[in-house]
């Protein structure tokens, strides 16, 4: 999947369906987003080259960013991954996260009641 993505696949609803997983990375100038404080100022999220001593879980879709923003031909180092599946009704794989109408309307309910 890595090796083979391009930017064009990204806008393929197909292709989203693919991004569902997790994989535990051993990055080395690897382009990855990370949370941290920016200009000294306030904490963001930027897209910086990542070297770690110890693995790091990334999602899916980062980590396929990441083969398409970094340097051709180099892949980021994967220890482990996991695949998030969830069935329909039918049994098959949706390919898809459930969210339900009653799912959703609890965290709708609480981040409007923090304002």
């Not at 990370?34 to 770690?52: C, D, E, F, W």
């Not at 959703?104 to 309910?109: E, L, N, Q, R």
Request: hydrophobic content about 35%.
């Amino acid at each position: 999947l890595l090796s083979k993505s391009r930017l064009e696949d990204t806008f393929a609803p197909e292709f989203w369906k693919k991004l569902s997983f997790f994989a535990q990375l051993r990055p080395k100038d690897d382009i990855l987003p990370i949370r941290t404080v920016y200009s000294g100022k306030a904490q963001n999220i930027g897209l910086n080259y990542l070297t770690a001593k110890d693995p790091v879980w990334y999602a899916g879709p980062d980590v396929v960013a990441s083969a398409i923003c970094g340097f051709p031909g180099k892949a980021v180092t994967i220890s482990k991954s996991s695949r998030s599946v969830v069935r329909n009704d039918a049994g098959h794989d949706s390919g898809m996260m459930p969210v339900t109408d009653s799912d959703f309307k609890p965290v709708t309910f609480c981040r409007r009641s923090e304002h």
